[in-house]
């Protein structure tokens, strides 16, 4: 895909929704943090009924901490692998307590230190809470990247660093947004709806679907 088309992408992308965010409910970077953490293998619909009652209770590493494992299983069970979660979750909110003052660092180095936080969720916090330019590759935007042959990889870190080299800059701040919205609701996986795609026309996907 050349340049004059990914630019005409992401410039109608911007044009339909000038100001994307993250599905995820949150009020501050560890608020996010912690959704990221439990969205894992998990719907950010689940994730938001479960933090809509857990953070009013408790949304600070020290309030976390102090409800223990147990206490923090009983507002997250309803999310899928739960109980590793609350173990990393509650080891995350001591190291936050006891390294870095409860403050959720902007740095990739001390996040990925930080339990149950991988490449892609240390990606989203960097981005979403701190606007940094990065590039959080997930299911969805692995498949579209590959799929409309927007930035092609055969794993998500090829992928990432193709669309920090190739998004325009002026669109890398939310690039990570639209595409997420992108693949969930239009370019989805076992049928994609190019009938009604903003992009068809730009799109080199061979196999275009003719309906809506």
């Not at 102090?66 to 509650?90: C, F, M, Q």
């Not at 909110?93 to 003052?101: A, P």
Request: glycine fraction near 4%; include cysteine.
């Amino acid at each position: 895909m050349n340049a004059e088309k990914r630019r005409e992408i992401f410039r109608r992308f911007h044009e339909d929704n000038p100001h994307p965010q993250t599905e995820l409910a949150y009020s501050s970077p560890f608020e996010l943090l912690i959704a990221v953490i439990l969205s894992a293998q998990a719907t950010d619909v689940g994730v938001n009924k479960a933090t809509a009652r857990l953070f009013p209770v408790a949304n600070t590493p020290a309030a976390i901490l102090a409800l223990g494992v147990e206490g923090l299983s009983e507002y997250i069970k309803t999310i899928g692998l739960y109980p590793t979660k609350a173990k990393n979750v509650i080891e995350t909110c001591r190291i936050l307590v006891e390294r870095h003052q409860g403050v959720v660092p902007d740095n990739r180095e001390d996040l990925e230190a930080l339990p149950g936080v991988g490449r892609k969720t240390a990606n989203v916090v960097l981005n979403t809470a701190f606007r940094q330019f990065t590039m959080a590759v997930d299911t969805h935007i692995f498949r579209v990247a590959n799929r409309t042959n927007l930035a092609p990889g055969k794993n998500v870190l090829e992928v990432e660093r193709k669309l920090l080299k190739c998004v325009p800059k002026e669109y890398l701040l939310d690039a990570h947004h639209w595409l997420i919205l992108h693949g969930r609701y239009v370019c989805k996986a076992r049928k994609p709806q190019c009938g009604s795609c903003r992009i068809e026309d730009l799109c080199e996907y061979r196999h275009k679907t003719s309906d809506d």
